[in-house]
């Protein structure tokens, strides 16, 4: 085989494994203070999903790391200790060490604008005055970027808002997430967008 030619197909291939990795990132604050509240789902449906695929955590730098294969895909999951204020710092290490395509990335987090347990993806926009966002933005200099944002409503009064994300879910809220979480699960591991559009479908349904 000519050198280059061999070059060239190991360029490829090294290519074509990086299209096959995503980086999916669970925003939260770390500490025990914060474990049930409504500021962690991105760490409560990560470890959902971690289990889903009996992957385990490690702490690695800037964040709890897991890694699984599934359907040709290589996924890496990311619960950032850099508190939710300062995700981007985390979130950019990852994505140069691990060369993640800023398409391949995701980005798990609340949504107080969007019902309770409602689903819904966006592949780029503001941060809608979410700390973490605004930090991921600003550290990779672009909006263009996956949000997976998981609706924990409004029902706070005005100046309330960091009170509300930051209190926990309330016993009515905790018995939705058991059906609503594994929703989330399979909406994340689909590469089938008619799948995903269903898996928000069956969750405004739920919700009805």
Known sequence: MNILKFFFNKQLETKQEVMKK???????NIGDTYV???HN????VLDALAKDQDAS????????ITRFRYKGRVFILLKPSTYMNLSGKSVKYWVNQEKIPLENLCIV????HIDFGSIRIKIKGSAGGHNGLKDIQEK????QYNRFRFGVGGNYARG????????SWTKEEESQLIERIPIAVKA???DNPELMEKLEKQIKEIIN
């Not at 955590?57 to 709890?64: A, P």
């Open 188 to 190: 994340i591991l689909s």
């Open 41 to 44: 789902i991105g760490f409560q």
């Open 57 to 64: 955590f490690e702490t690695e730098k800037l964040g709890d």
């Open 22 to 28: 995503f980086l999916i990132v669970g925003l939260g």
């Open 140 to 143: 990779l200099n672009t909006q």
């Open 109 to 112: 987090t609340d949504d107080v």
């Open 160 to 167: 309330r808002q960091a009170d509300f994300v930051l209190g």
């Open 36 to 38: 049930n509240t409504r």
